[in-house]
């Protein structure tokens, strides 16, 4: 049984406006998604910005309720739990922001910031607290001196080391690290990644990572879901990636940036922007950018359907050419 399993999951924004405050229609952040991870594996969730991505990491926590659909956590649904109930499951189950300036209080020490989670769950007495408290900091690379000072003393990266203490707090099995690595500087971003992997082994957890780098996503993931504009339009093992046969997969890869200046490859670059999740077009949500498109695509919408081990939402996926080349890593 998957640790977490998502069935059908949606979640829209009603819009508002006018003098008596009238419906104008609902942003569709999240259509229909289904997913699942099995326990200590790396899921990556990739996509360009306003895909659909974060909204759809909190609505599996809960923390924005979804409109329909399943969140199956060790088997219970969460929809159907009661508040208390739902609130001591959430000890298995914690978020690392994005941003670590945002996402930690200026008020509060370091220290407070970590005992946080403990004291609302009645973790431990306040000695048990202050000591796990310095375990955690030592944990991520930073000294438990640290506890006594704020946010603000500390740079980016450290700040998102304290994030990550206080996800760690608790105990969880499930982190949904929620593109934690693209606020900091790219000699920073390396640091928290291995921190990430280290933690993920020495404590055995479950991630669902969330990024707009693919690269990034591939180093770590052990299966990748690629979402655009609230659907999931591939679903396969990291390991294949490279054998995708879905043109919003191949062009994000052909996105990355090649490690040597001399190097060139040809791209196939996607023309206009996502469109607007307000009114979505009809058919394959992607066929407004895709250089393959056919009536087909704007008619039908594609389902995941199986093609050589991946999970494909795409008409002509055997129509579209494999991959010439592969970036170096």
Not at 76 to 100: A, G, T, V, W
Not at 257 to 279: A, F, N, Y
Request: proline share 8%; hydrophobic share 40%; charged share 20%.
């Amino acid at each position: 049984m998957p640790l977490l399993e998502v069935k059908n999951l949606v979640k829209t924004f009603p819009l508002k406006g006018g003098l008596f405050g009238r419906g104008k229609g609902a942003v569709h952040a999240v259509n229909g998604v289904s997913l699942s991870i099995q326990e200590g594996e790396t899921l990556g969730l990739v996509g360009e910005s306003g895909s659909g991505k974060t909204t759809l990491g909190r609505s599996i926590l809960h923390l924005i309720r979804p409109d329909s659909g399943e969140v199956l956590f060790e088997g219970e649904d969460l929809s159907s739990l009661s508040p208390r109930h739902l609130r001591s499951l959430r000890r298995k189950m914690q978020i690392i922001f994005q941003d670590p300036y945002s996402s930690l209080n200026p008020r509060m020490t370091v220290g407070s910031i970590l005992m946080e989670g403990m004291v609302i769950h009645r973790v431990g007495n306040d000695r048990a607290r202050r000591q796990r408290v310095a375990e955690l900091l030592e944990v991520v690379g930073l000294s438990p001196e640290a506890a006594s000072k704020y946010p603000h003393e500390f740079s980016g990266g450290q700040r998102q080391r304290i994030g990550i203490a206080r996800s760690l707090s608790l105990l969880p099995q499930l982190i949904i690290c929620d593109e934690p690595v693209s606020a900091l500087d790219v000699s920073i971003q390396a640091q928290i990644i291995n921190l990430l992997m280290e933690l993920k082994k020495e404590f055995k957890l479950t991630y669902l990572f969330i990024s707009h780098d693919l690269k990034v996503v591939n180093h770590l993931s052990d299966a990748i879901a690629v979402m655009y504009l609230g659907e999931i339009m591939e679903y396969l093992p990291a390991v294949s990636l490279w054998q995708t046969r879905h043109p919003y997969t191949q062009a994000l890869l052909e996105a990355i940036p090649l490690p040597l200046p001399d190097q060139k490859r040809e791209r196939k670059v996607l023309k206009g922007e996502i469109p607007s999740p307000i009114h979505p077009p009809p058919g394959c949500v992607f066929h407004t950018r895709c250089p393959f498109a056919q009536e087909v695509c704007r008619r039908e919408v594609p389902l995941l359907r199986e093609l050589n081990g991946h999970q494909v939402a795409c008409h002509l996926a055997e129509e579209v050419p494999p991959l010439t080349d592969k970036t170096p890593s």
